[in-house]
């Protein structure tokens, strides 16, 4: 079974082991689809005459908190967009009918963001198109989600997702 062997909030090894393997360790089992992902993580190593293909460089703890600084930008990336919206609502250039109908379709997307989720707030947001809630608006929110992704998630392919105007919602 693979397994992640997880010792004080830090991912060690990555492989077929058992708890007899390591008794003070954690093991946490892993798809092959989870391990494959987790492994693209990894680097090799070899100690105490056991090659361990697994040692993940990423700390449990510090991938914590780097969810909780996406948490923090999504929240603010969700502000700047209601603040996108409302402002023109409360200007009087668009109607609360228009204000109300891009704030209820963003909602996908602004779960996604308020969770951290940078990718799936693009997957939303690119499924929701430019058609509601403006041209302008989708391509600096596409463009502001793929800088962020970059940041956040450097092993992400980033592809062209923006539209022309003469591009239709799919």
Do not use: C, W
């Not at 947001?125 to 989708?138: F, M």
């Amino acid at each position: 079974m693979l397994v992640a062997v997880v010792y004080l909030n830090t991912v060690y090894a990555l492989g077929e082991f058992t708890q007899e393997d390591h008794p003070q360790a954690q093991l946490i089992p892993l798809t092959q689809e989870e391990f494959e992902i987790v492994s693209s993580y990894t680097v090799p190593r070899y100690e105490n005459g056991v090659f361990y293909d697994g040692i993940v460089l990423v700390n449990i703890d510090n991938e914590k908190g780097q969810n909780y600084i996406r948490i923090d930008v999504g929240q603010y990336l969700h502000s700047e967009f209601i603040g996108s919206i409302r402002i023109p609502y409360l200007m009087g250039t668009i109607s609360q009918e228009t204000y109300l109908s891009r704030k209820t379709a963003f909602e996908p997307v602004r779960n996604e963001l308020l969770a951290g989720d940078f990718e799936n707030a693009k997957v939303k947001l690119t499924a929701l198109g430019s058609s509601v809630i403006g041209l302008d608006l989708y391509n600096s929110f596409i463009q502001k989600i793929d800088t962020l992704i970059s940041e956040y998630y450097p092993n992400y392919n980033i592809t062209p997702t923006q539209q022309r105007a003469t591009s239709k919602k799919v």
